[in-house]
């Protein structure tokens, strides 16, 4: 059985024309309850197994979000924003013989994120805009271990910034080009006790797409992307440079 409730709260206030701010709260809780009545044994008969074992899965959510909004000029605007996440993972088993589990109900994860943006738009002629966004997040998933040295919480870090162009060729169609690039930091420091773990990638994208308008349902586009991803934490496993063609066909329903 799934259960769930969430509540949310928001507040959006604009002192100025050129100004906005929007804050808004959200707790949200789910509850799985299973019922399922055959065990599969450990390697001991009779011993209680999966998937019985796993009583109820439950989570929870508290999130608080932020953002403020900008146009100081007609053709020109930016927002700011930031975010916080604090999510808990609980699961509740039935004692069973074949480890000595004794059961109960044990808090099995949880994950922290802060996440703060940024983006600028501009439009110095009527049919180019122009854009930049900027982003990081902090986060951590911290896994119950019973005090083993070998599972260490993996946390670190994300900076991405993406910039580009649009310009419109007509009323119907438009080329876009767009550049990104992100890195991550999430190496874990544990090497003493067990293969050290994470990755620390940099991944870099080149897009550029034509979008052509067909009718006011019709809309197609073609793009082509190319991809450089290095992860020095993996030494050149991960490591790849690819080429992307994609067709897409959109036909939107009024």
Known sequence: DLRSNEAIVGLEYSPKAWLSVNLKGRRRARFNDFEHDNDVAF???????????LLERDERLDEVKTRVSLRPARRVGASLSYSFEDRDYRNTTESETFTGSPGGSLLTASQRAHVVGASVTYSPVARLALHSFVNYWNTQIEAESQGSPSVVPFRGDVYSVTSGLTYSLDPKSDVSLSYSISEASYGQDNAATTVPAGTEYRWRQLRSKVNRRFSPHW????????????????????DFDGHGVFVTMEWRWR
């Open 43 to 53: 390697g001991a008969s009779p011993s209680p197994g999966y998937p019985a074992f």
């Open 219 to 238: 809309l197609a586009g073609l793009e082509y992307a190319y991809f450089d991803y290095r992860d020095p934490a993996a030494g050149t496993f991960y």
